[in-house]
């Protein structure tokens, strides 16, 4: 069974940088990169929404509201996501979770962006 495990949130002030991680358990680290990861946020009495993808080639695609903020990446070999966040905003305030494809959620981590 795959579990998703994140850390790295908290309170910060706005214009500051957070680098969030997701730890996956139950997967061969040869078979990490398969499937696709990423982050999503949900702000109070918002939805869910997408943040950050990475593909299983690679390939990343963002909100258009984090565009050239944050960077998602992952260490395949440590079986790793991280979502670094840059130029923070009131508005980014939500709980993040980690997602891999096609139905696997971490349990979330707080980012609270205020001064």
């Known amino acids: 069974q795959v579990q998703l495990v994140e850390s790295g949130g908290g309170l910060v002030q706005p214009g500051g940088s957070l680098r969030l991680s997701c730890a996956a358990s139950?997967?061969?680290?040869?078979?990490?990169?398969?499937?696709?990861m990423g982050w999503y946020r949900q702000a109070p009495g918002k939805a869910r929404d997408v943040v950050a993808i990475?593909?299983?080639?690679?390939?990343?695609s963002y909100a258009d509201s984090v565009k050239g903020r944050f960077t998602v990446s992952r260490d395949s070999a440590k079986k790793m996501v991280y979502l670094r966040m840059n130029s923070l905003k009131p508005e980014d305030t939500a709980v993040y979770y980690c997602?891999?494809?096609?139905?696997?959620w971490g349990q979330g981590t707080q980012v609270t962006v205020s001064s």
């Open positions: 997602y891999r494809a096609p139905s696997y």
């Open positions: 139950g997967v061969d680290f040869r078979l990490f990169s398969i499937n696709a």
């Open positions: 990475i593909t299983s080639s690679g390939g990343t």
